[in-house]
């Protein structure tokens, strides 16, 4: 089984995911996570169609970008999405490499990349695009802000305008399975709804990044704009 033939039926089964919701697959964009493989297969995914890769850590963000780069892996255009937790003091080598950030969890951090932004005027001519992470699960272990701390943080968005907030990412949790997968992402997309409805000009919340290999189906029945899947990519048999 090829990374391409693994693309494939990662594709179908989003299909009939969004098939099964009366959505479009169209209108959800795969995340090749990259968290566990080398350059080399990130590239062979891009070969094989999937211009969007994620990386979780920063470093592996940049080294990668920077191999694929090297090796003229451009076709199609790549957008690297930075889908883990983001220390303000990396800030400043991811932004140049970045189309997306899945985990902005406080307002220091929207700060940090607001202000980097404006010391690369010349380099950076629109705002950079970034989802709230939010914990829905409650879980003690993961980033994320707590679903009463999104409000005040979309309130405070247009003090930063080169940061473009445009959507909300969380995980589900560990333990309970698809329904409990079920709620987590259906809390989020509640919650993305009311602060939608709401939202001060300029900020737009269209996107819900959610769902991974293990819980995508479910997560594109909630209304999932983007899923982040990384293991069912690399499997061999």
């Known amino acids: 089984m090829s990374i391409a033939d693994n693309l494939r039926r990662v594709r179908e089964r989003i299909a009939r995911a969004a098939e099964g919701a009366g959505r479009s697959a169209d209108e959800i964009t795969l995340v090749g996570v990259t968290k566990y493989v080398g350059p080399r297969e990130a590239a062979e995914l891009a070969a094989a169609g999937c211009a969007d890769l994620g990386e979780s850590r920063p470093q592996e963000l940049w080294e990668k ?21 983001l220390q303000r003091n990396k800030v ?17 951090l929207l700060a940090a990349i607001n202000d980097e932004l404006g010391r690369e005027v010349a380099s950076q001519t629109s ?27 979309v309130a405070a968005a247009p003090q930063y305008p080169r940061v473009a907030v445009c959507g909300l990412m969380t995980m ?7 329904a409990v997968a079920a709620r987590n992402f259906a809390a989020l997309r509640e919650l993305r709804d009311r602060l939608k409805s709401n939202a001060p000009s300029g900020v737009r919340l ?15 029945g909630e209304g999932a704009t983007i899923v982040r899947i990384g293991s069912l990519l690399w499997q061999q048999t």
């Open 65 to 85: 970008a920077k191999a694929l780069q090297r090796a003229g892996a451009s076709s199609p255009p790549l957008r690297w999405h930075l889908v883990g937790h």
């Open 92 to 108: 400043r080598r991811t932004l140049p490499l970045v189309h997306m950030i899945h985990s902005v969890d406080s307002e220091r």
């Open 127 to 153: 705002p950079i695009k970034v989802l709230l992470e939010v914990n829905t699960s409650g879980e003690a272990a993961k980033h994320g802000l707590p679903p009463d701390g999104v409000e005040p943080l």
């Open 172 to 178: 589900a949790a560990l333990e309970g399975g698809p």
């Open 206 to 220: 269209d996107e819900l990044s959610i769902g991974m290999s293990g819980d995508f189906e479910v997560a594109v």
